[in-house]
């Protein structure tokens, strides 16, 4: 079936230092996949996505580009602020048909200090 | 981004008794609901899928007759946990999504159930 594996947190990181959060997948076909963020009492909101391979989702200073060839998503950005402090997860949903369920990794905790 | 609200964000029950929890979409209709379970450093797990006037579809491994979803409206769903154990003590997220080709899915900020 299909899974995530996220990095295990949590990660610590001063403000302005670069951020990489490792995501690899498992599944078959082409997947989209995704990076979702959670504020401290807030929903879980979509950060960026890339539905195929060699896709670059970007939102906010955050990247992620789909590989294929290693079936990964790694997060990355170059100089984290204290407001970027959040829970970030990693996911896939499966190509084709009305499924639109979505596979999540365990969730990686990023904490920013000044 | 659209706004999704879940009430209660926390309740504590005792083992034995039923607990209903709402999910809401404020600014748009959702003809799909998800509702996942979390439980701590752990994934998000899909429970069940619903649509508007029709049962949900659990996932396997949920006890349908114990978690009642109802999803009778475009805007409200409810996950209802009968006769709660202390194992059932997670935090509960729903996320709507409304049907269109390239639509995003949404998320409540989730309830955390504690039985005792």
């Known amino acids: 079936g299909n899974s995530v594996t996220q990095m295990e947190g949590p990660v610590t990181l001063s403000e302005e230092a670069f951020l990489t959060i490792n995501c690899t997948y498992t599944a078959t076909g082409y997947p989209s996949l995704f990076w979702y963020v959670q504020y401290p009492g807030e929903g879980l909101q979509l950060l960026l996505k890339a539905t195929k391979a060699d896709d670059k989702g970007s939102n906010k200073g955050f990247e992620a580009t789909y590989r294929k060839e290693t079936t990964s998503f790694h997060l990355e950005k170059g100089s984290v602020q204290v407001s970027d402090s959040a829970v970030y997860f990693c996911a896939l949903r499966k190509s084709g048909g009305s499924n639109y369920k979505l596979t999540f990794g365990k969730g990686t905790l990023l904490t920013v200090n000044p | 981004g659209a706004v999704v609200s879940q009430h209660p964000s926390w309740v504590i029950c005792k083992s034995g008794t039923s607990v209903k929890i709402e999910c809401r979409s404020l600014?748009?209709?959702?003809?799909?609901m998800f509702w996942y379970r979390q439980f701590p450093k752990q994934s998000l797990m899909l429970m069940a899928t619903?649509?508007?006037?029709?049962?949900?579809?659990?996932e396997q491994g949920v006890e349908k007759d114990k978690f009642l979803i109802n999803h009778a409206s475009l805007t409200l769903s409810t996950l209802t946990v009968t006769s709660a154990h202390p194992e059932d003590s997670s935090f509960y997220i729903c996320?709507?999504?409304?049907?269109?080709?390239?639509?995003?899915?949404?998320f409540g900020p989730g309830t955390r159930l504690t039985v005792t």
């Open positions: 600014d748009f209709q959702a003809t799909t």
């Open positions: 619903s649509n508007e006037g029709s049962k949900a579809t659990y």
């Open positions: 996320s709507p999504r409304l049907e269109t080709s390239t639509s995003e899915q949404y």
